[in-house]
């Protein structure tokens, strides 16, 4: 068999020559050997370089490198409740040896909601404290059934005027459950507009200060709000023999909206 290295012919016999074929053969190898492996880490710097040029590019992407001024605006407003849902609490009592029923205090009720123009939607039955319990009333004669009612309110100068057409010892109590203003969704969008103008206002004047002006805007993020509620002089009320009276003393709510805004500074 003959070998052929580079231009040489070796045969297997051995002979004088023999060596110096080896010498060929093994040099022909090794060569072969480094070639390969330097394309091997030529293809692994390429690739390598690749994904660095790739990544590089992709970053320079996502880097935000406009100027930009970030600013927040804030708005108030102070509003006074007009939605008040009212519970009132009535239950039977003895009248000397007279009971003085559930029925005839519903009944009493029903006529002052009727008369101040309460809608019956507004108008309902809570709670009712075992007015059914047939066996505890067998047990107990003398056991008093109560009953629990929510009123909506939309003007409390109506509270009164139904307190007062109620059999002032056969009301337990009152407890006012939550209240509302009927425009807070108008409320809410106008302070968040006032609250963005008044961010854009105080970048306006940052840049002018600096010799510069805002240009469009690049985010706006709206802050959760800020909500004082209302308190109560008297949020539980108790009723005596004594003609009742209503003592409300509503606070205002106080609503705080917050805009975050980014705008670009104009070249």
């Known amino acids: 068999m003959l070998y052929r290295v580079r231009h040489f012919y070796c045969a297997d016999k051995i002979s004088s020559g023999t060596w110096i074929c080896g010498l060929y053969k093994l040099n022909f190898i090794f060569v072969s050997f480094i070639n390969n492996l330097k394309l091997q880490t030529m293809k692994k710097f390429i690739l390598l370089a690749t994904l660095l040029v790739f990544t590089f590019a992709t ?82 004669p003398d056991f008093l059934a109560g009953k629990q009612y929510s009123i909506r309110f939309h003007d409390l100068n109506k509270f009164d005027q139904i307190i007062g057409a109620i059999d002032p010892k056969g009301i337990s109590s009152t407890n006012i459950d939550s209240y509302d203003y009927s425009k807070m969704q108008e409320v809410k969008r106008e302070l968040k507009i006032e609250a963005l103008l008044a961010a854009k206002e105080k970048a306006i004047y940052l840049l002018n200060s600096i010799g510069e002006k805002p240009g469009r805007v690049i985010d706006i993020t709206e802050v959760e709000n800020n909500l004082i509620l209302p308190s109560f002089s008297n949020k539980v009320m ?27 500074i104009a070249n």
């Open 238 to 264: 108790a009723y005596s023999s004594i003609q009742p009276a209503s003592d409300i003393d509503f606070k205002k709510i106080k609503l705080n909206y917050q805009i975050n805004a980014v705008f670009e």
């Open 59 to 140: 970053y320079a992407q996502n880097v935000d490198l406009r100027r930009k001024i970030e600013v927040s605006g804030t708005a108030e407003l102070e509003v006074t409740p007009d939605i008040i849902n009212v519970t009132i609490s009535l239950q039977e009592y003895m009248n000397g040896k007279t009971k003085i029923t559930i029925d005839q205090l519903e009944g009493q009720l029903e006529s002052a909601v009727k008369e101040a123009g309460i809608a019956k939607e507004d108008f309902t039955i809570n709670n009712i404290s075992s007015f059914n319990n047939y066996y505890q009333k067998k047990k107990t």
